[in-house]
Structures are given as structure tokens and as C-alpha cells.
């Protein structure tokens, strides 16, 4: 009988936070910040944060740790916010990557959440803050949801999916052109004819 082969590699997290801070840099992430959570917290040892220039571009940064994940065999579970792009969180077991927008970061401040945690990486530039987005109130209200209780993330995550996915819905029905109702056309010539 063949042994069972392993699906995923064993990796050390802070060899794996290290592999995923190098990956976010070499595609342009900005700010990254790496944190131990081991023993404060019950849903992860690490906690990555990054900023994003776009929603493209934190799309482009979930999808390149996707990738890398598949191609180097490291565990991955779950992606939520990939369609707004504001606030992506990409659960790798062990490490927690955060990729936000430069006002939604400022706005959640997870890194104020976990000030007592050690730092692994600080690659962050010291910057004026950057003020709140001023947009509609469909922008922000799925990252709001998914924000929940940042604390039990793992918990809120089913949660917040099924948020998404309503308020998804939602917008796309709003979004639709309403059918116009037209009057029958006229009989050309008028009735005599």
C-alpha cells in the first residue's frame, strides 16, 4: 500500500510570513506589516496587512498569492471582498493576509487592534493619514459587513459571505435598466385605409 501523499507542505509560519511579505512587495504592495498573533488569538499566528494602489491591483495581489499558494503547496481556504476590491482578506490557515484600499485601511485600523503584538515586518512609510472616502454608501457597506467583529473573523466569515453575496445581489438588481413600457404603435394611414 502507497503512503498517502501530503497535499500541503509543512512551512513554519514565520518562514511562511516571510514568503508572503517577499510575494506582496515583488508585486508593488505597499505598507506591509506582519504580525505574530500566537497565543493572543485563536484564528491565526500571523497577520499580514498591505495596501493596494487600486482595486485591480489588490485583486492582482489576492490573485498572485492564489497562484504562488497553488504552485508552492501552502495551504489556502478562503478569499472574501475579491469583488469589491476594497478590503480582500485571504485566510491561509495560519496567516491572515489583509489587502486594503488606502482609505479603508485608515478607516478599520487593524494595526491599532494589534498593537501589542510583536512585528514580524514593517515595511510601512510614514505618511500623512489619509482621509475617509467620500462615496456612495453602496462602496464601503460590504467592507463594513465584512469588518464585523474583526476579532472572530473566522467565525464572522460565513456571515460576512452571505452579507456579500445579498448586498451583491442587491446592487446588481439596482444596477439593471428597468424594461420600458411602450405604447402599441398607431396604424400608419389612419383606419380608413
Known amino acids: ?15 511562511k510570513v516571510a514568503t508572503f ?12 506589516l506582519a504580525l505574530n498573533l500566537a497565543g493572543m488569538n485563536a484564528f491565526a499566528e500571523s497577520i499580514i496587512i498591505v495596501t493596494a494602489g487600486s482595486v485591480r ?8 498569492i492564489l ?4 504552485d508552492e503547496k501552502i495551504e489556502f481556504l478562503r478569499m472574501e471582498g475579491y469583488q469589491a476590491g476594497q478590503w480582500i482578506l485571504l485566510d491561509c490557515n495560519d496567516v491572515i493576509i489583509n489587502v486594503f484600499q488606502p482609505p479603508v485601511r485608515e ?11 510583536p512585528v514580524l515586518h514593517d515595511g510601512r512609510e510614514l ?5 475617509a472616502a467620500t462615496t456612495s ?4 457597506s460590504g467592507v463594513r459587513r465584512m469588518a464585523g467583529k474583526v476579532a472572530g473573523a473566522r467565525a464572522a466569515a460565513v456571515t460576512t459571505k452571505r452579507a456579500a453575496t445579498s448586498s451583491a445581489s442587491a446592487d446588481a438588481e439596482e444596477t439593471k435598466p428597468k424594461p420600458r413600457t411602450r405604447k402599441p404603435a398607431a396604424p400608419k394611414g389612419g383606419a380608413d385605409q
Do not use: Y
Open 57 to 64: 491591483h489588490a485583486q492582482g495581489l489576492a490573485d498572485h
Open 127 to 131: 505618511a500623512p493619514p489619509v482621509e
Open 21 to 32: 511579505v517577499n510575494w506582496l512587495e515583488e508585486k508593488k504592495g505597499r505598507d506591509v
Open 1 to 15: 500500500m502507497k503512503p498517502i501523499e501530503k497535499k500541503f507542505k509543512d512551512i513554519p509560519t514565520a518562514e
Open 67 to 70: 497562484g504562488m499558494c497553488d
Open 107 to 117: 478607516m478599520f485600523r487593524l494595526e491599532s487592534l494589534w498593537s501589542d503584538a
Open 137 to 140: 454608501a453602496g462602496t464601503h
